[in-house]
Structures are given as structure tokens and as C-alpha cells.
């Protein structure tokens, strides 16, 4: 609990993770929406992409944002190893 209160643990990766669910789920929905109700073959030509596209771009962006935290977390564990010791 420590380390939580103390900013050592993050807990953003995890949402990040909740949040690609969330986006791949409205895409899906979305899209099908689209090609159900698209008048023409544009419309529906756009919800396909969107629900192929969408996931894919979504995914992405989320890892984009997970790798700056994995970043993060090895600068942590390189600062550690290489900390002098005092004396």
C-alpha cells in the first residue's frame, strides 16, 4: 500500500487496458450499427472499416501509451541497480 500511495505502482496500464476493451467494444457495435443501417455503399463500405480498422487502431494507441510506461518502469529498476550506496 505503500508503494501505491507513493506513486511507485501505476495503475494507469491497467485502465489503458479497460479503456482498448471499451474502445474495441463501441467499434464493434458501431460498425455493425452502420452496415445495418447504411443507406448506401459508402455508408456501409465505413462501417466495415471501422470495425476492422477500429480494434486494430485502438490496440495501437494503447500500446503506444503502455510502452512509455514500461519505459518508465525499467528507468526505475536501471536507477536502482546503479544507486551508490552510501559509505
Known amino acids: 500500500m505503500g508503494d501505491f500511495l507513493r506513486f511507485e505502482v501505476m495503475i494507469t496500464p491497467i485502465l489503458i487496458q479497460i479503456v482498448f476493451w471499451l474502445a474495441v467494444i463501441v467499434c464493434i457495435v458501431a460498425g455493425i450499427m452502420i452496415i445495418v443501417t447504411g443507406e448506401d455503399a459508402a455508408n456501409r463500405a465505413g462501417g466495415v472499416a471501422l470495425l476492422v480498422l477500429g480494434p486494430i487502431v485502438a490496440r495501437i ?27
Request: glycine share 4%; aromatic share 8%; no cysteine.
Open 61 to 87: 494507441y494503447a500500446e503506444i501509451l503502455i510502452v512509455l510506461f514500461r519505459i518508465n518502469d525499467h528507468l526505475r529498476h536501471i536507477d536502482h541497480n546503479t544507486a551508490r550506496t552510501p559509505g
